[in-house]
């Protein structure tokens, strides 16, 4: 993002709130007095007199104007209508929060310029699994046309179970008895990716989706069923970079250049699938008692073959080159990078890589409120599962005999498509073989996930003494959580079956594919798992050595109780709500795992490991809104808060071996782990124009007294390990029972602070002449004095201290929008700064990245035919998603030493939704 675009967009956010400010005494409120309904309430949509963008912004300023914390909110439109296609990009456009793309899609959200590690996501209140590998919800398991709204918690809140440190998400879902009348919608969209088809995947897809919602004459019971279905198609192009640069000696390079030891160009094509139904049936016999049951599940199918052709610059079958790989012609970057240039001696592969992933969520929940004369009582227990199944497989392909070397054209660009232009031609199938190639013939994994939480809750609403007439009532209770989350990876080699070295036949080909984005020009792609079926065998396992720790189960049980006192109160002309209270959180964790003793009997090697700890947090909070003349709002919070560790962090599996001098060393995960703790100060000033319009303007910070860093420690007790441990003969006898382990462990944290702008607003406030027309804008400013180190991420993101994995320093998002008499046009941009963001590489694990800003815009044209129409009911909508084919970048530490740049192309879609 220019330094321009910063500087208009902050200005403009400041003279709006100046102006308003100053205005405010002049504006007249038309909106009618009274709360408009959270989102997942929707009382009685018939009503509202607003549609369309207007009806999803107002109702979610009125969730955020009467909450007693600091809140944001993001509401449909509509039944099924959230403003932007998937949950999580409309998350991201809300003040403080960012999102990181995964394969296209706007999936993992950093709130308040913290990973996603320290927010939690709810679902109606209640904490969900994950079928990722640690606690962070993949939110585009969640169908948005079933989401009635979202509200981010950014203060916690005593009776808020589950909440994180960063934020808590709460995604709704519609209430039937809150609506008048019965509903039925229907959604369809048809889209279309711009890069085109490639290999055996078109570029088009489809969203298809519908709801209903009813009640009974008697109105005792309300009925809801939501169904959804995707169908998207993958495309990508990308170019990609082995990490890491480094400075080695290599024939043709100046000594201490910088170079990369190879480099790969793909076409990735495929499909995403989702069915997803969610249903809510509600009992309400008097005023007395409602019982809520609420169900979801969501089945999701991934299958994507990535055509690429890749090229080692420092090994051609020997190790360095022999013959030697040499450069010429060489360009280098004014900081010493390689730039470009001609490399001899290189030896390519033409690969195909498979990767096809089924993921099933469930979940139940059943909430009973019992309302007393004096009192309330509310009952919930629910329960949610998770399984990931996984496989991955890959074909390595090279021209014979071997090595068929070759000289390629290199020119690195760090704002584009790195060049890799080969002297031979690698389009021809049948001149291309599976074989014993320099990365040998193949490699699969199988990994598997699941996770389940079970979870009661239990809670009651008490009316204040008559004395304490400051107070409204009190709110006591007790939850449960009982969570237990297992991964498996069985893997193996893929080798070469009997028929020995084979071009891959006819009816397995897919065509040609192009990648002359990279100079590479075409290469073939084939039906990977039909070749490993048809030339190759595969037998994963996972009881090898450097196996056995990728298996564990991590087990949590966390009681939480709570006592919150509810504020309602005048002070002198100022109306004071709000809420102190307490969580007092007990946690039991434990985790299981094998570790592999090399030096027991063969068969007797794998040994079972557990371990884990207790402790109690106590978690004081409070939060105070101050109504103030005109509608000035200003809100305090103060409170201690905890995040969980990741759930691979807890993992109990390591690696572990006695060195020549008898003393024990190791590495692995820490099930002894304590939380992530902080306390955080929050103020914002907000300023409102009923439900129509509002600015504000908020400060946090939060003190990080501990921080989870993977660090080597002295000292490691190794006495259970070595209970039964037998030193090889001719090896030194057990020295010690300690010694070196590496692993996350707790340490020093430091400071978060952040300032974030906000400013909703339909510019008739200034003028009639200006009716349909409004912004919604927000721009956040975030800062740490935290470093960290991570041992792991060195080849991605260096040996020295980071700043914090999704720590952007500015985040900007900005909607403008037009709608009147039916018709509506908005367009949205986000932007943030560059960030060290999270993926998973080749081993299935975590690695950190420098990933370069990005600035995502995406358009939207539709039509409602209104009152009077015999279409009434009927929208028709054109949509545009990633309009200017934002790309998604990554370095190493500078930008002139590129590691990924991936395109995934513009998405169109068309469609209609109807509603009567």
């Keep these: 993002m220019s330094k321009l675009d910063r500087n208009l967009l902050s200005a403009a956010l400041s003279s709006a709130l100046l102006m308003l400010a100053a205005g405010a005494h002049a504006q007249t409120t038309t909106t009618t007095s009274g709360t408009t309904p959270a989102a997942g309430d929707a009382t009685e949509l018939d009503r509202v007199t607003v549609t369309g963008i207007r009806r999803g912004i107002e109702s979610a300023i009125a969730v955020k104007r009467d909450a007693t914390s600091i809140v944001e909110s993001v509401s449909a439109e509509d039944i099924g209508k959230l403003p932007d296609v998937s949950i999580a990009e409309s998350i991201a456009r809300l003040p403080g929060l960012s999102a990181q793309r995964v394969a296209g899609r706007a999936q993992v959200i950093s709130v308040r310029g913290l990973s996603p590690d320290f927010a939690t996501t709810l679902l109606n209140g209640r904490e969900m699994v994950s079928t990722g590998d640690n606690r962070s919800v993949e939110f585009d398991q969640y169908p948005s046309e079933l989401v009635s709204g979202v509200t981010v918690y950014k203060t916690p809140d005593a009776a808020l179970v589950g ?27 048809f889209q279309r990716n711009s890069l085109g088809d490639a290999a055996d995947t078109d570029p088009y897809g489809n969203r298809l989706s519908a709801s209903y919602i009813g009640q009974s004459a008697d109105r005792r019971f309300g009925f809801s069923i939501g169904v959804s279905h995707s169908d998207t198609p993958i495309q990508e192009n990308q170019v990609g970079l082995y990490e890491p640069w480094k400075t080695d000696a290599r024939p043709g390079l100046a000594d201490g250049t910088w170079a ?9 094509t495929g499909y995403t699938k989702r069915d997803g139904i969610m249903s ?56 010493g990078s390689f730039a470009g240039g001609t490399l001899t001696g290189v030896y390519p592969l033409v690969r195909g890589m498979y990767n096809r992933r089924e993921d099933r969520i469930s979940a139940v929940g059943w909430a009973n409120e019992f309302n007393f004369e004096r009192a309330r009582l509310t009952t919930d227990v629910s329960w949610s599962k998770a399984k990931r199944n996984e496989i991955s497989l890959e074909n390595n392909a090279q021209r014979l005999p071997n090595p068929s070397l070759d000289t390629i054209e290199l020119d690195i660009r760090g704002n584009g498509f790195t060049q890799m232009a080969p002297g031979l031609d690698y389009s021809d199938p049948s001149q291309l073989f599976l074989t014993n190639t320099i990365y040998g013939s193949g490699y699969g994994k199988t990994p598997r996930v699941e996770d389940e939480l079970k979870a009661a809750r239990v809670g009651l609403t008490l009316p204040a003494p008559a004395g304490l007439t400051w107070l409204a009532d009190f709110d006591l209770g007790v939850n449960y959580a009982d969570r237990e989350k297992a991964k498996r990876q069985p893997e193996g080699n893929i080798n070469l079956g009997a028929q020995g070295d084979t071009a891959i036949a006819g009816d397995l080909q897919y065509g040609l594919v192009d990648l002359g984005f990279a100079g590479v020009g075409y290469i073939p792609a084939w039906n990977v798992p039909g070749a ?60 299981a795992s094998n570790y592999w003793d ?67 060393g190791g590495s692995g995960g820490n099930p002894l782990l304590d939380p992530w703790r902080a306390y955080a100060f929050d103020v914002s000033w907000e300023k409102y124009f009923g439900n129509r319009a509002y600015v504000a303007a908020a400060f946090f910070y939060k003190d990080l007294r501990t921080y989870i860093y993977t660090e080597t420690r002295d000292g490691y007790d190794f006495s259970a390990l070595l209970a039964n441990y037998v030193p090889r003969p001719g090896a030194s ?63 991605s993101v260096g040996s020295d201290p980071i700043d914090l994995p999704g720590l952007s320093k500015r985040v900007y998002n900005l909607t403008a ?9 908005r367009v949205s941009q986000r932007r943030r700064s560059d960030f060290i963001g999270e993926i998973g590489n080749f081993d299935g694990a975590r690695t950190l990245r420098y990933v370069v800003g990005e600035n995502i815009t995406d358009a939207q044209l539709s039509y409602s035919f209104g009152d009077g129409s015999s279409l009434d009911g009927l929208t028709l909508l054109l949509q545009a998603n990633n309009v200017t084919n934002a790309a998604y970048q990554t370095y190493a530490g500078t930008r002139d030493r590129p590691l990924e740049h991936i395109e995934w192309g513009r998405t169109y879609l068309l469609g209609l939704n109807y509603r009567f």
């Design 260 to 268: 990369t030891d190879g480099m790969k160009a793909l076409r990735r």
């Design 532 to 591: 490993v079926a048809r030339y190759m065998t595969f037998e994963p396992t996972e009881d090898l050595d450097y196996l056995i720790p990728k298996a564990w189960t991590v087990s949590e049980k966390i009681t939480t109780a709570f006592a919150r006192a509810n504020i309602s109160s005048d002070w002198g002309d100022t109306a004071v709500t709000g809420n102190v209270g307490v969580q007092i959180q007990r946690v039991d964790q434990s985790s």
């Design 817 to 825: 929008y037009f709608e009147r008499n039916g018709f509506e046009a």
């Design 733 to 795: 006898p057990i020295t010690q029972t300690t010694g070196n382990f590496t692993a996350p462990q707790n340490a020093e944290g430091g400071t978060l602070r952040g300032l974030e702008l906000t400013a909703s607003l339909p510019f008739d406030l200034w003028s009639e002449s200006l009716r349909g027309f409004g912004i919604v804008a927000s721009a956040s400013f975030n800062d740490s004095s935290i470093q960290i180190l991570d041992p792991e991420s060195a080849n």
């Design 280 to 335: 809510t049936l509600q009992f309400r016999p008097s005023n007395m008692w409602t019982s809520t049951l609420d169900l979801f599940h969501s089945r999701a199918e991934q299958e994507d073959t990535a055509n690429q052709f890749e090229v080692n610059t420092q090994y051609n079958g020997s190790f360095p080159c022999d013959p030697a790989c040499v450069y010429s012609n060489v360009r280098t970057s004014d900081n």
């Design 598 to 664: 090399a030096t027991q009997p063969a068969g007797s090697n794998v040994r079972p490991f557990e371990d884990g700890k207790t402790y109690t947090d106590v978690l004081p909070s409070m939060n105070l809104a101050f109504a103030l003349p005109n509608e000035h709002t200003v809100r305090v919070g103060l409170a201690e808060q905890v995040a969980r560790p990741r759930v691979d962090q807890l993992r109990s599996s390591l690696e572990f071996g006695v060195d020549d001098q008898g003393r024990p």
């Design 163 to 189: 909440q994180g440190l960063s934020g808590t998400l709460d995604m709704q879902t519609v209430r039937p008895l809150n609506f008048a009348d019965p509903v039925i919608t229907l959604s369809g969209r």
